[in-house]
């Protein structure tokens, strides 16, 4: 005896979330049998509701009910973008409070393994940005990995002929931690960044 | 800035699966925005459809889709059931093949912790059946800790007195695992356990 079709459909829909693998939905999917009929039916009405209402941000990419996002919508252009590679960057930038400008969500960044180019992320507009807005500083701050490190190269050769100043987040020792403890290419970027006290 | 409105209801749907902390269902939630919009679509279908679909089965209380599930229906009673505490359980016993009687899932155990007794357990419906089916055996199959021992000693105390031979599964060492690194518990009780060869 197997499963029921209609358990095997829902364990099928959970193991598609990103490292959910057989076991978990099938616990997902035993704990939905159990649960309250309101809180089932208001999850599949938030499921809905999230793929009907999100939309992307005309200007800047980020997710946005409306054409534009909260922050384009809110916020005065002061003349800096931040460059970041998903939406959920935009809001952990915004939760640092360290920064008052405006964001550019990429949608991803160049992946020559995952065969994505300039072209498949959302930079075209960017530099259309860049040029009509009157911008005078753009931060990169897509991840400090490889891909992350190239997409930020990549745009920093399209920007940086036009004489805007093109940043880079710090690199070096993360705040609180052992100087032990910190890896080698981590603790040698935080030398060669070292700023005079 | 925060998530959409729309987007904090889904991560808070997700929030109440089995082991999601809020980091997990941002992932899923994020996941749910990119993802194509028929998978969304089924996803929610397979939500409701489990909720509305899925009933328990009036002899055993397995998952059934009709008043009886696809064991109680098909198979012959042998005088044998196999008392499980929840109905995965019956079918990771199915999968061994090594049962070919019926079940009675009792959804729980008795457990004073969580405020569980005899009677928040399907239990009743049990002893009617052992007195009414012509049952031989009872095997008693939940898990072997605290809580499951207990229940399975509290049903055979319920069961004996009428003369029916009451089984559990046997303790010992899992097949195929290394002598050396059983805990102490487990190999006591396979000591215990010993059987001629």
Redo the contacts between chains.
């Keep these: ?7 095997n ?2 364990i ?2 959970f193991t ?4 959910v693998g057989y076991k ?1 939905a ?8 159990e ?1 309250d ?1 309101n ?13 009907e ?2 939309k992307l941000c005309a200007i800047c990419g980020n ?3 409306i054409e534009k996002c ?2 384009c919508e809110r916020r005065i252009q002061n003349g800096v973008i931040c460059v970041v590679k ?3 960057d ?2 952990v930038i ?1 939760k640092s409070g360290a920064f008052s400008g405006t964001y550019h969500v990429l949608h991803g960044v160049i992946s020559p393994l995952e065969k994505k180019g300039p072209n498949d992320i959302n930079l075209k507009s960017l530099i259309t940005r860049v040029r009509e807005e009157n911008i005078k500083e753009v931060i990169i701050a897509t991840n400090p990995d490889v891909e992350g490190e190239a997409t930020a190269n990549y745009i920093a050769s399209l920007i940086k002929p036009s004489g805007i100043r093109v940043t880079r987040l710090a690199q070096g020792l993360a705040l609180g931690t052992n100087l032990e403890y910190a890896d080698e290419v981590t603790l040698g970027a935080a030398i060669s960044n070292r700023v005079i006290i």
Tied chains: 1, 2.
């Design positions: 005896m197997k499963n029921l079709d209609c358990i459909a829902l099928n829909c598609k979330l990103p490292g978990t099938e616990r997902y999917a035993y704990r939905i049998i649960a009929k809180w089932v039916d208001s999850f599949a009405l938030a499921l809905r509701d999230v793929k209402k999100v997710f946005a009910e909260g922050i998903d939406p959920k935009v809001i915004e």
